[in-house]
């Protein structure tokens, strides 16, 4: 038997055990930051197995690093688990998959590292849905995923295929103070904040005709005042602003936080702007370790979409899977779980991710990973590549930011 037979069959062996330990963890969603249960069921499984393990890396007490070593430390190969579930919904995201496939992957192949050089490594990233505070686990522990030579992960979706886009987000509050008073007897004696909060929404407004087509910017009221009566003398709203690059998203940024100062001089209000989450960075593209992909799906018999059609696809959430593509090469495999568009974080997908499809989705999913990250350990040359790759598309993103 070749190696990638071996690995694909320890994945077989290991099925039912995968699919308990992805099945729990759809069944008890815990939110971000709160991932007790399922960081040390997937850390447990690979302690049993003979990976290090090292929990509340980077002060994240749910966040955890797993190490597996073959004849020599390099290269590193790190397959990324996420874990985290969403308010009210569940595994609308199917997290549990992504989780329970990174450590199948790794355990598989941790079973013919002593034949090979390198190390496998398995990250546990916490909170990667961004509506909790400080959400982006991989932004906090990119340090220590940074020290890996390629990163690979799983989501799974509605086809086969890769992640070819994603957009850079900031995450912000921005709040103003005021003065409450008679919003009738004493009007003139009240400073504002609501209104002043109102004039950021119009100047926003007013900036996006003069931005470029890939930036957004969306924003809700949070606090608009006690009474109509009373003059507001708080007011807040909360924003993600995204934008292809991270470069041009820093620029938008900065605008934004420009109508907001405007607001505060022309209504005498005092401004606070506050970022909520870490910024996430577009996600980089690397066709070399896409191609290795997709050579691992038609060896499991599954087609994958063409480079153009998924090129053609827009990615237009955001992810801190970004941040680690900027400085490792990095692929998000997509392996179908619902039917062609069924939207993410829905109903649907959270049933979905914890039945006979999700399933088939983590087995193949585990499969695809560890082939992958096989086809890297037996031929560091493409480690190379998928690394020279990066670094000129970084140049060239560099270059289009500028224009
Ligand atoms: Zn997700």
Not at 25 to 32: F, K, M, T
Not at 52 to 80: C, D, H, R, W, Y
Request: aromatic share 6%; net charge neutral.
């Amino acid at each position: 038997m070749d190696l990638k037979q071996i690995v694909c069959s320890v994945i077989d062996e290991m099925r039912d055990r995968l699919i308990e330990i992805s099945d729990t963890i759809h069944r008890n969603p815990e939110l971000g930051f709160r991932e007790y249960k399922a960081s040390k069921l997937l850390a447990g499984e690979l302690e049993k197995h003979g990976f290090q393990v090292e929990m509340g890396v980077s002060n994240l007490p749910t966040a955890f690093k797993a190490v597996f070593k073959g004849k020599t430390e390099k290269p590193k190969i790190a397959f990324l688990a996420e874990y985290d579930a969403l308010p009210k919904l569940g595994h609308a995201c199917g997290h549990n998959i992504i989780g329970t496939a990174a450590i199948g992957a790794a355990i598989a192949l941790s079973k013919v590292m002593s034949d090979l050089n390198g190390e496998i490594m398995v990250f546990g990233t916490p909170a990667e849905e961004g509506y909790v505070e400080n959400a982006g686990g991989k932004v906090l522990m990119l340090d220590e995923i940074a020290k890996a030579d390629a990163a690979i992960m799983l989501h799974p979706s509605d086809a086969n295929y890769v992640g070819y886009s994603s957009l850079a987000r900031e995450a912000f509050r921005i709040e103003f103070f005021g003065k409450a008073a008679h919003a009738a007897g004493a009007p003139h004696k009240g400073v504002n904040a609501l209104e002043a909060l109102i004039l950021t929404f119009v100047s926003i407004n007013a900036l996006r005709q003069h931005l470029k087509k890939d930036a957004m910017i969306h924003g809700i009221i949070e606090k608009g005042g006690e009474a109509p009566n009373i003059v507001p003398d708080y007011a807040s709203g909360r924003f993600y602003a995204r934008a292809a690059s991270i470069e041009y998203l820093m620029e938008v940024v900065e605008k934004i936080k420009k109508c907001a100062e405007g607001a505060a001089l022309q209504t005498g209000a005092s401004m606070k702007f506050t970022k909520t989450a870490n910024t996430y960075a577009n996600l980089i593209p690397n066709d070399t370790l896409i191609e290795l992909v997709r050579e691992n799906f038609k060896l499991l018999g599954v087609e994958m979409e063409s480079l153009d059609e998924i090129r053609k696809r827009k990615g237009l959430g955001s992810s801190d899977f970004g941040n680690v593509s900027q400085v490792v090469p990095s692929v998000e495999v997509r392996v179908a779980l619902v039917p062609s568009g069924t939207p993410g974080h829905s109903v649907e997908f959270a049933e979905a991710a914890g039945s006979e499809a999700g399933h088939r989705a983590l087995i193949l999913g585990a499969k695809v990973l560890a082939l992958t990250a096989l086809d890297l350990l037996l031929n560091p040359s493409l480690i190379e590549k998928a690394k020279m790759e990066l670094k000129k598309r970084k140049e060239e993103i560099a270059k289009l930011a500028k224009i």
